[in-house]
């Protein structure tokens, strides 16, 4: 059973490397030395292998949400929506208009990437999908 499971993430987590790819041009790299992280400028998302796989189904889904809001046909859009977003990105803690941007960048990238899994046909265990949410939302709130 856990086989298949892990088959079935395997298909998942293909179908959302392909979806970047061609919607973005997007490459995902899996590394036990990276943070979730994706980077705009270089068109690549990271993933910590060191996690299960449906964590990083998950993480990679929430990666995806970025690179949707990010998307270059939604730059201006994006900096409207996010205007005191600074260049140097969430990991400079900035004043407090930055990181309330940053917060909302994170809570819309976990529903886009919920809305992504849904489109590629995605199946999402909402309470364990909640739960990864609230608890990488946490650390947000933590670093506020």
Do not use: C
């Not at 941007?101 to 886009?112: F, P």
């Amino acid at each position: 059973m856990k086989e298949i499971k892990n088959k079935r993430l395997d298909v998942y987590l293909s179908r959302i490397e392909s979806y970047l790819l061609d919607e973005f041009n997007i490459e995902v790299v899996y590394s036990h030395q990276v943070s979730d992280a994706y980077y705009d400028s270089a068109r690549v998302i990271e993933i910590n292998n060191r996690q299960n796989k449906l964590s990083r189904l998950h993480s990679l889904l929430h990666e995806s949400g970025h690179a949707s809001l990010r998307n270059e046909k939604r730059r201006i859009k994006f900096t409207k929506n996010f205007p005191f977003m600074r260049k140097e990105g969430s990991s400079k803690r900035g004043d407090k208009n930055h990181r309330v941007d940053v917060i909302r960048e994170e809570v819309l990238a976990w529903e886009r990437g919920y809305e992504i899994a849904i489109q590629l046909g995605i199946d999402i265990d909402d309470e364990l999908w909640a739960r990864h949410r609230k608890n990488a939302l946490v650390t947000y709130m933590e670093w506020f």
